[in-house]
């Protein structure tokens, strides 16, 4: 499977936007943005685990879609009234954290600090 802005949408439990709106437009091309930086990284895309590489696409999407700029405080005031927003700051970008980018290269986790390996003395 191939992700789709439906699948981002269901990931966020809401509706897909229009099909000819700017958001499935943005939604499209930051789906292929995440696919481009996992291509640039790791090489071709089709030699690696297919759905890891779409639940990395997709959740990497969807944090875009929750946080697009990195804005952390937006405030509103009409008349008497203000509405405030605060967001924990987003890259601005399509960003594939540590943990997915280990997800998608389970072969080079190191899980510990050293390895010791053990060996014996010939005498």
Same mark, same amino acid.
């Given at each position: 499977? $191939? %992700? $789709? %802005?439906? *699948? %981002?949408? /269901? !990931?966020?439990?809401?509706?897909?936007?229009?099909?000819? =709106?700017?958001?499935?437009?943005?939604? /499209?091309?930051?789906?292929?943005?995440?696919?481009?930086?996992?291509? *640039?990284r790791l090489g071709d895309l089709a030699l690696l685990d297919q759905d890891d590489l779409d639940y990395v696409v997709r959740e990497s999407v969807a944090l875009k879609?929750?946080?697009?700029?990195?804005? $952390?405080? @937006? =405030? %509103? #005031?009409?008349?008497?009234? !203000? @509405? =405030?927003? #605060?967001?924990?700051?987003?890259?601005?970008? +399509? $960003?594939? !954290?540590?943990?997915?980018?280990?997800?998608? !290269?389970?072969?080079? +986790?190191? *899980?510990?600090?050293? /390895? @010791?390996?053990?060996?014996?003395?010939?005498?």
């Amino acid at each position: 499977m $191939t %992700v $789709t %802005v439906a *699948n %981002v949408a /269901t !990931t966020l439990l809401r509706s897909p936007p229009a099909e000819a =709106s700017l958001d499935w437009a943005a939604w /499209t091309m930051w789906i292929d943005d995440a696919r481009r930086q996992i291509k *640039n990284r790791l090489g071709d895309l089709a030699l690696l685990d297919q759905d890891d590489l779409d639940y990395v696409v997709r959740e990497s999407v969807a944090l875009k879609v929750k946080r697009p700029d990195p804005a $952390t405080q @937006i =405030s %509103v #005031s009409i008349d008497d009234g !203000t @509405i =405030s927003k #605060s967001y924990e700051k987003g890259a601005g970008q +399509v $960003t594939i !954290t540590d943990e997915w980018w280990d997800l998608l !290269t389970p072969e080079a +986790v190191d *899980n510990g600090a050293w /390895t @010791i390996k053990p060996w014996a003395r010939r005498c």
